[in-house]
């Protein structure tokens, strides 16, 4: 009977693997000891590739996706999940030293943004911290701030490569790098959008893949029209417009959705309803599906208006099928032009009225083919960047808050930085200075992205050594050395520096309100309110969170004058509701104390605040010397 008993060597290989991968890898790491046939099949690729895919994000020189799908077995599986153990335990790190110090936080979200999307999910970890951690606030505020710095820096390098190498990327990609700047949710990439984003007063929330959904529109189209072999180049590019215009991907030609930003991003009209989109990204998505079935399709900038051109493959003829074409080759065909125009028709668009259009706009007919070629990737970047500004400057129909606590202004400032960016890196930066668009767009940086001082040294600056491009850039040099000296100190926006921004020219001194004399109490001077606690502001009609307290300095700011006032008066810097960067100082005659805390406020507070107590009905300040 004994001999016929099985014993553990008796179990096939491939199910003990499946066990082993129930196991946690401390387990199969201390299984590599049992014996040589358990420290074989613990080594085994597929056990630990199983492993590598719970990660969910992996930075793209990893290639995970082709990786995962080659048929060819990739024996490097162990040895990219040890290289994520050690990534999410320097991640942890680094954020722990940011929470226990502020100071070099620029620095600290670098080394963690150099490890792009590795560091992703260790990220999103921190953002759902527990409310019975010590710091969930604050480790929730910095985790994902360091996420939207990632994502900033990922969206900035790919336009930075784009003006080196324009054939080295995509519409689509270089278009979606809008939508991964400005997302204030957590959860997107070159690949996927997934965005909350209150517009409109409706709540979209994107989650479909980009590629994926392209790919998608790609195959439904060729099973909707199951003879397209059969069909002309010129009949398979209307049948395609003509398909996205019944899905509803034709823009939105009301006066007043055609200036909406959000129909100004690839990621977001492409993915949800009703599609609405400017004639760039109607041309776009065009474009984009027309490759993924055989087609040569262009956008073409035409004055005030984006069409698209439609090219046939070469030597042949747009009225030529792919059948046809593989069995008849023209040697000497003229290059022929199709125009089509996605956003309003599925109609063929003819020269004549494209030239006769011209003419009326008071076009030099010798111009005329100027406006009827393609544009370059960088054009449109270019174009897409005004489109977006043009929308935030026309802003009238944003919901006051997103889903995230933070306000429309956020939005629309960063909306409004990714424009900037884009238009820096992908056109003429003397141009961009001389147009009187430099000083707006170092002032956002100083004001509300001084964490990103590493980009602008890094993507920008080097660029800046040609003929007649030295002085932007010493004023970039000054900016940054500014923004490294002063990107821990929270008063900043009070005017303690305002002397260092008129030197820099950036902004008039008196953009700035008072600064604090003392970040303590001083002796003899009452004050009715402590730092942490949360307060309502009657003049602005939000909540905020005490920061710190203080006396008027003797520079006093008109508003803050008081006919026949007390000398001294008392002043408390709060950091407000109304976004992580809105920090006022407030009299005590506008402000009323408040006994609970919101989440919209939690959201913001995690800058200084570690955690709201109960007890004491106030927030638990991160440095209490502040």
Request: hydrophobic share 40%.
């Amino acid at each position: 009977m004994a001999n016929n008993q099985l014993t553990i060597d008796d179990i096939p290989g491939e199910v003990l693997t499946l066990a082993f991968s129930r196991l946690p890898t401390e387990s199969l790491l201390a299984l590599n000891l049992v014996s040589k046939r358990f420290n074989k099949l613990a080594k085994e690729p597929l056990l630990w590739k199983h492993h590598c895919l719970q990660f969910k994000y992996w930075d793209e020189k990893h290639d995970i996706k082709a990786k995962a799908s080659s048929a060819v077995a990739f024996d490097g599986w162990e040895s990219l999940y040890q290289y994520r153990v050690v990534t999410d335990r320097k991640v942890t790190t680094i954020l722990n030293s940011i929470l226990a110090d502020r100071t070099g936080c620029a620095g600290k979200y670098k080394q963690i943004a150099d490890y792009g999307f590795d560091a992703k999910d260790t990220l999103l970890r921190h953002c759902q911290a527990t409310e019975d951690m010590e710091d969930v606030l604050s480790r929730r505020y910095y985790a994902r701030d360091i996420l939207r710095h990632v994502q900033r820096s990922l969206a900035v390098k790919e336009w930075f490569l784009l003006k080196e190498n324009p054939a080295g990327t995509t519409y689509e990609r270089a278009l979606v790098a809008f939508d991964l700047f400005m997302a204030q949710d957590v959860d997107i990439d070159f690949q996927s959008v997934r965005t909350h984003i209150l517009l409109s007063h409706k709540l979209f929330l994107i989650s479909l893949q980009v590629s994926e959904m392209l790919d998608t529109l790609a195959e439904r189209f060729k099973m909707a029209v199951p003879h397209l072999q059969g069909l002309s180049f010129r009949e398979q590019a209307l049948a395609l417009v003509t398909f996205l215009r019944s899905e509803n991907l034709v823009g939105d030609d009301s006066e007043a959705g055609y200036r909406r930003l959000e129909n100004s991003f690839f990621g977001m009209a492409l993915l949800h309803e009703p599609h609405n989109s400017t004639p760039l990204i109607s041309t776009a998505i065009f474009c984009s599906i027309a490759t993924r079935i055989g087609l040569d399709a262009r956008p073409c900038g035409f004055p005030f208006h984006v069409h698209t051109i439609v090219y046939p493959p070469t030597s042949s003829s747009l009225d030529q099928n792919t059948r046809a074409t593989m069995l008849v080759r023209s040697p000497s065909l003229d290059q022929e032009l199709m125009y089509l125009d996605p956003f309003r028709s599925d109609k063929e668009v003819s020269i004549k009225d494209l030239q006769e259009q011209l003419e009326e706009m008071k076009i030099n007919p010798a111009d005329h083919k100027n406006h009827l070629v393609p544009s370059g990737l960088l054009s449109m970047i270019l174009r897409s960047s005004r489109n977006i500004v043009t929308a935030c400057q026309a802003d009238d129909n944003w919901s006051t808050y997103q889903a995230d606590g933070l306000p429309r202004a956020v939005t629309l400032t960063t909306a409004i930085c990714a424009a900037r960016w884009a238009a820096m890196l992908a056109g003429n930066v003397e141009e961009y200075s001389t147009g009187g668009l430099l000083n707006p767009f170092l002032k956002s940086l100083v004001r509300e992205f001084r964490r990103d001082v590493f980009l602008l040294e890094e993507q920008m600056i080097p660029r800046l050594g040609g003929l007649g491009q030295g002085q932007i850039r010493e004023k970039m040099l000054e900016v940054a050395t500014f923004m490294h000296v002063n990107e821990d100190h929270p008063f900043d926006n009070f005017g303690n520096h305002s002397s260092d921004f008129q030197a820099l020219q950036l902004v008039p001194d008196q953009n700035f309100g008072p600064h604090l004399k003392e970040r303590v109490a001083v002796s003899g001077v009452k004050f009715n309110f402590r730092a942490g606690q949360a307060i309502f502001l009657r003049r602005g009609a939000c909540n905020g969170v005490i920061i710190s307290v203080g006396v008027l300095s003797s520079r006093r700011p008109a508003y803050a004058r008081q006919p026949n006032g007390p000398e001294v008066q008392q002043l408390y810097a709060v950091l407000t509701d109304i976004g992580p960067l809105a920090l006022r100082i407030v009299r005590e005659d506008f402000i009323d104390l408040l006994t609970e805390n919101t989440p919209r406020l939690d959201v913001v507070a995690g800058r200084y605040c570690d955690r709201w107590d109960n007890e004491s009905k106030m927030y638990i300040l991160s440095d209490p010397d502040l």
